[in-house]
DNA sequence: GGCACGTTGGACAATCTGTCCACTAGAGTC
DNA sequence: GACTCTAGTGGACAGATTGTCCAACGTGCC
């Protein structure tokens, strides 16, 4: 992860579309340098696919919510394995972490509307192990979603 | 978004690396409609990019944090506008999204280790402005990110 | 010195992209 | 029924890119 790296990244970041051969002539390098440095990244597990990055609110979910759940204590049925695999069922599902504090599950959700909210949230407490939900809608995005600025920040070998 | 469209998205997140043409092969369709309606998704704002996904983890930022912060009311120095941008400038601020309930903000921290996480959560609250902060870790992920099933719960012409 | 590793600059055939074209099928309108 | 529009098809083309070799060079390490 050095300079190098970090402009690979960058520039991949900012254009998707260039190619290798492009990318090297920008960065100033040979073309197997940018596909080594891209193939050992992938290796390494930095980066970790080229999918395309779906807009849910184009997709007719505008309205994003987080769930905190918590979970039945000392369960029979399953416990947060179960809950998991439930909520991984549930397509508007987007996200499910379970986090420090009283066993709990923090989920983000997303919905066609707030009214159609109400239905993602009984399809997620339709798990008998979930005992208690609170939820808070998202209304505006401050910062969204990002992870390059961490490359930059370094603190990789 | 038909059928057609959920199949091109569903290929390409699965194989990014396939050409137009490879796909328009599997899709068995002509190459030029797989084109136009890559074109129309990315127009529609359905595909917001295909850039790298960078994993926070392999980059040496295993842990996440969400942060759930309360805003000073009725703020003079900037309120949610100031708090946004001062949690933008913060490389470890990976997300931030105004919620509702007591004029909070929802913030995903990542740090390079417990310890660390303090260091994160100290520069997030060197603005002013926030009063209060609460913390919860990500323990175990029951549910990666993701969008693609989406796809398929239909709900957008 | 000898070795591994990463980079360079070059080469090659095979493939893909961007961009035209003419033609067809279905939907909506008059 | 006739007309127009949109979308899809199958084909074509030159130009660019990819995957994959190669030999050579520098750096750091044993």
């Known amino acids: 992860m050095d300079d190098l790296d970090r402009r690979v990244i960058a520039l991949f970041a900012a254009e998707p579309r ?40 184009a997709l007719g979910y505008p309205v994003t919510a987080f ?46 509307s707030n009214t159609d909210l109400q239905r993602v949230i009984d399809a997620v407490l339709s798990e008998p192990a979930i005992v208690r939900c609170s939820t808070v809608i998202a209304l505006a995005t401050q910062v969204p979603y990002r992870v390059l600025p961490l490359t930059s920040a370094t603190g990789v070998s």
């Not at 193939?39 to 807009?55: A, I, K, Y």
């Not at 918590?70 to 549930?90: K, T």
Request: charged share 20%; proline share 3%.
């Open 18 to 57: 260039v190619g290798v051969l492009e990318a090297s002539r920008r960065l100033g390098v040979a073309r197997g340098t940018v596909q080594a440095r891209l193939d050992r990244l992938e290796s390494r597990g930095v980066v970790t696919g080229w999918g395309p990055d779906l807009s849910p609110a």
């Open 67 to 112: 769930l905190t759940l918590e979970i039945r204590q000392g369960g029979d049925s399953g416990g947060h394995e179960g809950v998991g695999a439930h909520l991984a069922a549930i397509p508007e599902v987007l996200e499910a972490h379970t986090t420090t504090g009283a066993g709990d599950l923090l989920v983000r959700v997303v919905a066609a």
